[in-house]
């Protein structure tokens, strides 16, 4: 079972307490925006984010 998952877009800005990961083809998951760390919205639209994960354990942080 893969112990990340597809972060939804729409709410990526509001990850703020939750670390995301950028899948990495050849290492795998790599973090991408650590935990208490804002992710700067004008630099992307929610279109042009990439694809982000979470790490399953935070899955019920990111839901509050």
Same mark, same amino acid.
């Given at each position: 079972?893969?112990?990340y998952?597809? =972060?939804? !877009?729409?709410?990526?800005p509001?990850?703020y307490e /939750?670390p995301? +990961?950028?899948?990495?083809q050849e290492?795998?998951y790599v973090l991408?925006k650590? =935990?208490n !760390?804002k992710?700067d919205?004008?630099?992307y639209? /929610?279109d042009? +984010?990439?694809?982000l994960?979470?790490?399953?354990?935070?899955?019920?942080?990111?839901?509050n």
């Amino acid at each position: 079972m893969d112990k990340y998952l597809l =972060a939804r !877009k729409t709410q990526i800005p509001n990850y703020y307490e /939750i670390p995301l +990961y950028i899948l990495n083809q050849e290492t795998g998951y790599v973090l991408y925006k650590p =935990a208490n !760390k804002k992710i700067d919205k004008t630099q992307y639209t /929610i279109d042009n +984010y990439p694809n982000l994960y979470i790490h399953i354990d935070d899955k019920i942080n990111a839901t509050n």
